[in-house]
């Protein structure tokens, strides 16, 4: 994201696999073009990319993208049981704060834990990684808490870097 509040496309690269070395040389690509230092890096939880992250931007936080884990916790319940957990987990992200935001994941969870456990251990799981968001200043989150642009559900394979 630029000064202004932007989200700008910094690079792009061919890749055969979404490995950790696939990553680095994306990464060590930007850094060579004068990207030394970012704030955070959004994805998908693409194989490699938080050591990449680690090996070449070692300031920047790692952000699960909302909207990819959102489609990866679809697929955990059956199309009827999927509009009451999306209310459950989009209301996370409907709070005022940092505090209240975290406060309301682990409602999710404690809820999800008895209804789908599995559902429940997964998220979990990944709360540090998706709440990373709560860090910055609540003006930028509905921009660097995900990949996908709100009106486009279609993006694969991106990274977006805050700096």
Not at 61 to 81: D, G, I, P, Y
Not at 108 to 122: E, F, L, M, Q, W
Request: hydrophobic share 40%; with cysteine; aromatic share 10%.
């Amino acid at each position: 994201m630029n000064k202004e509040g932007y989200r700008e496309l910094l690079g792009m690269q061919v890749a055969t696999s979404e490995s950790e070395a696939s990553w680095t040389a994306f990464f060590g690509d930007l850094h060579t073009r004068s990207l030394t230092q970012a704030f955070m890096i959004t994805s998908d939880a693409h194989l490699g990319i938080q050591a990449a992250i680690a090996a070449v931007l070692p300031t920047a936080s790692w952000q699960r993208c909302r909207t990819h884990f959102a489609k990866n916790l679809s697929e955990m319940v059956s199309k009827t049981q999927w509009p009451a957990l999306s209310g459950i987990f989009h209301a996370i992200f409907q709070q005022p704060d940092a505090k209240a935001t975290w406060d309301q994941a682990r409602e999710a969870i404690t809820h999800c834990h008895n209804r789908y456990p599995d559902v429940g251990d997964y998220l979990e799981q990944a709360l540090d990684d998706l709440l990373a968001f709560t860090a910055a200043p609540k003006a930028v989150w509905t921009k660097i808490w995900s990949t996908t642009p709100p009106n486009d559900l279609t993006a694969k394979s991106v990274a977006s870097v805050t700096s």
